[in-house]
């Protein structure tokens, strides 16, 4: 059999495995792990489909009532689920199809890059098998997330740029326009991609070297269409959105953390610390611990020179955005871009293995055993460590979606809790608030609004932590007081007659002290709101 035809066939193969195995949990609700970013991204992809048809104006469903424009990375995958949603009506299946399409296209594309890259058959298939069971590849290609898709994108942008800079010595246009085009869509998929930079930069400068890197016209016009339309969406998106994510996260937290690791040693201690905890993600829910030492092993091994500068540097750019971003948000997901690179590196290892161990016969029956023992190592090792996040909660799935079927359509509500994922099952749009910090005042703004419910998800923690605002939402009929989430009917015209003066005496009681230990009130008193 020729490479050429072995290459595909064992890429073929593992493309297929990969597939099979991303099946798993397709027709779950979003609230496996992370409910809290899928309920977000399946928000957007229904509003999308129900109010405003336009990529340019995503929108959550909190906030209050819409439209509740957030500022977010452009939201590729949530349209083409709303495309769809147009036609065959919503079904979360398919936004989780559009991931898994991405995830199972990344899986040749890593062949097709470990082929050129290390100039070898055995190294491209290699690469696609190790990408194929990498455990974080394998669990969030069927999560309704914008991640795998922009993975794709930045995998194949690298791959792109280094051929058109190595292959073309950056000189020819015709190289040029996908290689630009595939960057674009990648920054613009998830500011993760900007990590991509790196690699790609290192590469022009290893194989030009920096005074030519610095001059060549093609190579600012590759940043340039890079990086333009990041800056123009970001400029839009942010002119009109009521949640400001990306730029939020990044003025709040990113910098700040930054700026006191690089000015104070306790910070410093405390971010290395933190560094060290991305590290463990990186080597069990997102490489696994068998393709974390084999990925660790193919970077011992000696690279060839077109391809140092550019692993290293996407092994920089990788560890540069854990340290900056990820050490304050820590989700393993964020090190999704390092997987590619990691599925790249256990290709050359085995390459390396093929081309040094004995007679080709006994490199192809000792290295397929070998191999074959270490595939199967890794898928079992790997699926231990994402096991738990294919676990979602049954009862509280039940929950939110007799809500949907008892709650008024249409209405506003206030949910005493934390999870996109519940309040998008719940089909209802409105407030979205932590039960412990939520006041009566801030409820009386939501009831002006239009708030008609409040839904206490939380309610022995909203007794337990905020009996002031839980003594005020007395004035109000509870739909089933037996429920676990019981729902308030925060109707103006529903107040229950003489709850204004409990509540009164409620007040005076409290500001006189008589809640000062208002735990033991509460054990002594089941119900001090009378």
């Keep these: 059999m020729s490479p050429a035809r072995w290459f595909w066939l064992g890429t073929l193969a593992f493309t297929v495995v990969g597939a099979l195995l991303r099946l798993k949990g397709i027709h779950d609700p979003i609230f496996d792990h992370p409910g809290w970013r899928q309920g977000d991204t399946a928000a957007i992809a229904r509003n999308f489909a129900q109010l405003q ?11 209050g009532p819409p439209p509740n424009y957030v500022e977010l990375e452009l939201q590729i995958v949530p349209f083409l689920a709303a495309t769809l949603y147009k036609l065959f009506g919503v079904h979360e299946v398919f936004g989780r ?11 040749p594309l890593i062949a097709l890059f470990g082929r050129w890259l290390w100039r070898s058959v055995v190294a491209g298939v290699a690469a696609a098998a190790a990408f194929a069971v990498l455990p974080g ?15 794709f994108f930045a995998t ?4 792109a740029c280094a051929r058109w800079i190595v292959d073309d010595d950056a000189r020819s246009w015709r190289g040029w326009w996908p290689a630009a085009l595939l960057l674009a869509i990648a920054f613009l998929a998830k500011p993760v991609a900007l990590a991509a930079a790196v690699p790609i930069a290192a590469c022009a400068i290893a194989h030009l070297g920096w005074r030519t890197a610095l001059t060549r016209m093609q190579l600012w016009a590759l940043a340039a269409v ?15 959105a009521e949640w400001h994510w990306a730029s939020g996260i990044t003025k709040l937290h990113v910098i700040p953390s930054l700026t006191a690791a690089l000015t104070s040693p306790h910070a410093f201690v405390l971010k290395a610390i933190a560094f060290a905890h991305a590290f463990k993600l990186l080597a069990t829910t997102m490489i696994g611990p068998a393709g974390f030492v084999l990925a660790l092993l193919g970077f011992c091994v000696p690279l060839r020179s077109r391809s140092d500068a550019l692993v290293w540097g996407w092994l920089g750019g990788g560890l540069l955005y854990a340290y900056v971003v990820v050490t304050v948000e820590r989700v393993d997901y964020y090190l999704y871009l390092l997987l590619p690179l990691a599925a790249l590196t256990i290709g050359r290892l085995s390459a390396f293995a093929a081309e040094r161990w004995g007679t080709p016969r006994e490199r192809a029956m000792t290295l ?24 979602w909660n049954h009862t509280n799935y039940v929950r939110a979606k007799q809500l949907d079927a008892t709650l008024a359509p249409g209405t506003l509500v206030v949910m005493g809790h934390y999870d996109p994922s519940i309040l998008y099952t719940i089909d209802r749009k409105g407030w979205e608030e932590d039960a412990h910090v939520w006041t009566p005042f801030d409820e009386q703004s939501a009831i002006r609004k239009g708030a008609r419910y409040f839904i206490a998800v939380e309610n022995d923690r909203l007794k337990q932590t905020n009996l002031e605002l839980y003594c005020w939402l007395a004035r109000f009929p509870v739909l089933d007081p037996a429920a676990k989430w019981p729902v308030y009917e925060t109707d103006p015209a529903k107040v229950v007659p003489g709850a204004e003066d409990r509540w009164r005496s409620f007040r005076r009681r409290e500001m006189a002290g008589a809640f000062a230990n208002w735990r033991q009130v509460w054990k002594s008193a089941p119900d001090p709101c009378r």
């Design 156 to 159: 194949a942008a690298i791959y």
């Design 53 to 63: 048809y336009n990529i340019l104006f995503p929108q959550t469903d909190y906030d």
């Design 226 to 240: 890079a990086f333009i339309p990041l800056a123009l969406y970001d400029a839009f998106v942010s002119a009109h």
């Design 137 to 151: 590849a394998w669990y969030y290609s069927h999560t309704f997330m914008p991640d795998t898709a922009m993975v």
């Design 97 to 107: 199809l559009i991931s898994l399409a991405f995830g199972v296209a990344t899986i």
């Design 368 to 391: 397929a055993a070998v191999g074959a023992v270490a595939w199967l190592v890794s898928i079992v090792a790997g699926y231990r460590e994402i096991a738990p996040y294919y676990v």
